[in-house]
Nanobody, 121 residues
Framework: RVQLRESGGGSVQAGGSLTLHCAAS??????????MKWFRQAPGKKREEVAV???????QYTDSVKGRFTISRDIARQTLHMRMRRLKPEDTAVYYC?????????????WGQGTQVTVSA
């Protein structure tokens, strides 16, 4: 299975910025063939899909982060990024990346261990 390792989390004040990274390894297929996603899970809440970049490079975002978060992938380095700007306290969560092949609707994606993002008011 794909090994995913997130990094870049931390604590920031509201209005600040962070960039998350997700390094992939042990790929069965070329990195660009995977659908890559960022999810987050806040305490007491369900895991929420935040951003998606599919194998064609198309991006999608949940409404609450549109205009503030940008997902991107470095195919050569097999790394997924997410630039988060104008952070809000409600963005506080553990952020996870996932990889699925060949589509974004696969039922059993591979997951990373998560990275904590804490936004203080």
């Amino acid at each position: 299975r794909v090994q995913l390792r997130e990094s870049g989390g931390g604590s920031v004040q509201a209005g600040g910025s962070l960039t998350l990274h997700c390094a992939a390894s042990s790929l069965t297929y070329v990195y660009s063939a995977y659908c890559m996603k960022w999810f987050r899970q806040a305490p007491g809440k369900k895991r929420e899909e935040v951003a998606v970049v599919d194998r064609s490079g198309n991006q999608q975002y949940t409404d609450s982060v549109k205009g503030r978060f940008t997902i991107s992938r470095d195919i050569a380095r097999q790394t997924l990024h997410m630039r988060m700007r104008r952070l809000k306290p409600e963005d506080t969560a553990v952020y996870y990346c996932s990889a699925s092949y060949p589509s974004c609707t696969e039922s059993s994606p591979d997951w990373g261990q998560g990275t904590q993002v804490t936004v203080s008011a």
